[in-house]
């Protein structure tokens, strides 16, 4: 066992990726359609739940025996004020994001921006893709691209150059949103390290869906003006969407402060 888990380990980043990579290609199958039908919807959400399942098995019972040093890596949930802090503390970390990425962006070329707009259909499929995106899919990616991939490794460099690759593949998976998932991926791969504790990148980067989905219907209901850019994708708010985002994140402040008290 330990001779495999040597031969394994310096190949462990890529494996992840792969498989990461699998699953998702795999749990988005159903929603191949153009037009996919709540059916199809409702199968890639029985999918990824089933893909989240078998990689917490891996990660609890395989990984640990392949390699020891995962187990420096806690599954405890947090109490729940390192919850609702982090979930606070997302819309301002949405909006840190866009706007570095639009301030690296301008200075290479010139970011066409638009005003954002829906119909009651592609709202509906806004708010149908954003129980994935909240309650799944930060699972699966973080359990595959951060969990998976530098917990083996016990050196504090060493996890970070993995964070780093990791931050890199999750990019590139994200296509057109290359630029914010890689920021993002660097974050929720320092939280990790940081922490010792998967389940903080987990709720930061559900967090920062559910702020993502909630813009939609902020829009929706023509509640403020958000500009867009499609390529790269950075959603700017507005001046009461960052006014909020300030309120919160001090609120998480206030709320993290008290439990470390």
Not at 75 to 93: D, Q, R, T
Not at 216 to 236: E, N, R, T
Request: charged content about 10%; hydrophobic content about 55%.
């Amino acid at each position: 066992m330990k001779s495999l888990s040597t031969i394994l380990k310096p190949l462990i980043p890529i494996l992840a990726a792969a498989y990461g990579l699998m699953l998702i290609y795999l749990t988005a199958l159903p929603l191949a359609d153009p037009n996919p039908s709540l059916r199809a919807e409702a199968l890639t959400w029985l999918l990824t739940a089933i893909a989240i399942a078998i990689t917490y098995l891996l990660i609890q019972r395989i990984q640990p025996k392949l390699f020891p040093e995962a187990k420096q890596f806690s599954m405890k949930w947090p109490a729940f004020s390192i919850v609702a802090g982090l979930i606070l503390i997302a819309p301002l970390w949405n909006l840190i994001e866009a706007y570095t990425v639009y301030g690296l962006t301008s200075l290479i070329t010139t970011v066409h921006t638009e005003p954002i707009s829906s119909t009651p259909d592609e709202l509906r499929e806004d708010l149908i893709a954003g129980v994935h995106a909240v309650l799944l899919a930060p699972l699966l990616e973080e359990f595959c691209f951060r969990q998976l991939a530098i917990s083996p490794f016990r050196r504090r460099r060493n996890q970070i150059i993995v964070c780093i690759l990791m931050a890199l593949l999750f990019g590139i998976l994200h296509v057109r949103n290359f630029p914010g998932a890689f920021l993002s991926a660097i974050l929720y791969g320092f939280l990790f390290i940081y922490t010792r504790n998967i389940w903080y990148p987990v709720i930061l980067h559900a967090g920062h869906n559910l702020a993502a989905t909630l813009l939609a219907l902020y829009c929706f209901f023509d509640m403020g003006h958000i500009q867009m850019s499609k390529s790269p994708v950075i959603i700017l708010p507005d001046t009461i969407v960052t006014i909020a985002s300030l309120t919160l994140a001090l609120i998480a402040l206030v709320i993290l402060k008290r439990k470390q008290s």
